[in-house]
């Protein structure tokens, strides 16, 4: 995978990303729309394919990029498809900070160093290039507005970001709303992008692990969520005066 393309964990991060403060909306959510913009892109790399609400892979071959890599080495460890809905619901301590970094290395974000409350170190970044920005968000706008299926990167990017809450940061107030509906409409035009949104969703709102089965005895259904609310299972703390990263 040649790195002319961003990944849609870097373009969902991006979205997140405030200009104004230098922190990540949604940040408890969004590591798990990162998790779950990993299998997207590599199911458009042809890496893994969709089994049912299961993961499997199809080519174990690098893509080239190290964190896709990383994942789709566990995935092919695991040895049988996988569950969508257990593979974002594992930890995923870290995986923002990772890619945070990734982008600074690319150079499209900068760190900003600070300090919160005149005490802890913080870290927070902007973009160095807002027109990469501008770009992502011009496409979720036209595909928002026209209402021309959008190719699958773009609609797998609008489920993921329906998924984490990116609603309400990029539309907000009352004026957003049928955005924000358009916005959650667009799941429907990628089957990969909208099998992985519905598990975000699934992890957030803590639906059971187990699939549910027809009252016909038929196959088993995967449950989905409706809509974007829910909590996160908080995550241990570790170390009380470790350097802040603000997201």
Same mark, same amino acid.
């Given at each position: ?6 990944? $849609? ?38 890496? $893994?394919? =969709?089994?049912?609400?299961? $993961? ?37 301590? %870290? ?11 690319? %150079?499209?974000?900068?760190? *900003? ?28 706008? #036209?595909?928002?507005?026209? %209402? ?30 049928? #955005?924000? #509906? ?8 990628? =089957? ?18 187990? =699939?549910?089965?027809?009252?016909? %005895? ?21 170390? #009380?005066?470790?350097? *802040?990263?603000?997201?």
């Amino acid at each position: 995978m040649g790195r002319s393309r961003r990944t $849609i964990p870097e373009e969902l991060l991006l979205l997140a990303l405030d200009p104004a403060t230098g922190t990540t909306a949604q940040p408890q959510s969004l590591d798990l729309g990162l998790a779950g913009a990993q299998l997207v892109e590599l199911a458009l790399a042809g890496r $893994i394919a =969709p089994d049912g609400d299961r $993961i499997a892979v199809v080519t174990p071959r690098p893509t080239g990029d190290p964190t896709l890599d990383c994942a789709l080495e566990l995935l092919r460890r695991r040895g049988a498809p996988v569950r969508a809905v257990h593979w974002i619901g594992g930890p995923r301590l %870290g995986l923002r900070q990772t890619y945070l970094s990734h982008l600074e290395r690319c %150079g499209m974000v900068q760190a *900003v160093a600070g300090q919160m409350c005149g005490v802890l170190p913080t870290t927070r970044y902007q973009a160095t290039d807002t027109a990469i920005s501008r770009e992502i968000r011009a496409r979720l706008d #036209s595909a928002i507005r026209t %209402g021309v299926p959008p190719d699958p990167r773009t609609a797998a990017l609008a489920a993921l970001a329906h998924a984490v809450g990116l609603g309400k940061h990029l539309y907000p107030g009352n004026e957003g709303r049928s #955005s924000r #509906s358009r916005l959650r409409d667009l799941i429907r035009h990628d =089957p990969m992008g909208g099998l992985v949104a519905h598990a975000v969703m699934d992890v957030q709102n803590g639906v059971a692990a187990q =699939p549910r089965r027809s009252p016909a %005895g038929g196959r088993p259904q995967q449950v989905r969520a409706t809509t974007d609310g829910g909590r996160v299972p908080s995550q241990p703390r570790r170390g #009380s005066m470790a350097r *802040v990263v603000a997201h």
